[in-house]
């Protein structure tokens, strides 16, 4: 895979080129990247919303702790290993029939990539637990976005439960 080829350029096409450098760079993926930087988290209160974070494996909360990204180029997209202190986990972004995918263990969801207000969005659209279709109503609620700020690149990343809406997990921080 080449920096012309890489994931998010692809999917986003003349639009990439409206995102700041920052994140722009960051996406620029020809081999495998690693991005180290420092975030804070947050989880939601309800023993509903802890279970969902649990089993997605999102990280416990924290006011400060070091993060790491990896992301691995493959041939349909990239694998993303995000490391909070020593929490871990995993996910696989795939372009396939005009959209891209981000996949957490059994469950898939669609993502309606765009840019807008000089940041990157990444909405959930759709999702399905192995071949099932999920409803509307099952699907979590993703308000995230990256974005530049002094130069660097920072992500801000709210996870809603399904059913309740109750926030699961908040995660934000900077990569360098």
Do not use: C, N
């Not at 992301?71 to 959209?99: C, H, N």
Request: proline share 7%; no cysteine; hydrophobic share 45%.
């Amino acid at each position: 895979m080449t920096k012309a080829t890489a994931l998010f350029p692809r999917y986003l096409g003349a639009s990439f080129i409206d995102l700041p450098l920052a994140v722009q760079k960051l996406h620029l993926i020809d081999g495998v990247v690693q991005w180290s930087g420092t975030a804070s988290v947050t989880r939601g209160p309800t023993l509903w919303a802890r279970f969902v974070a649990a089993v997605f494996r999102f990280p416990a909360a924290v006011d400060q702790t070091p993060v790491q990204v990896t992301m691995t180029p493959t041939p349909d997209g990239e694998i993303w290993v995000r490391q909070f202190g020593t929490s871990q986990f995993k996910s696989q972004l795939r372009l396939a029939d005009a959209k891209v995918t981000e996949r957490f263990g059994p469950f898939t969801f669609d993502l309606h990539l765009h840019v807008a207000d000089g940041a990157l969005h990444f909405p959930v659209t759709a999702g399905r637990l192995g071949p099932l279709r999920l409803p509307r109503w099952a699907l979590p609620v993703s308000i995230a976005r990256e974005y530049e700020s002094d130069g660097r690149f920072h992500f801000d990343v709210a996870l809603h439960a399904p059913l309740t809406g109750a926030l699961m997990v908040h995660y934000k921080g900077w990569l360098a």
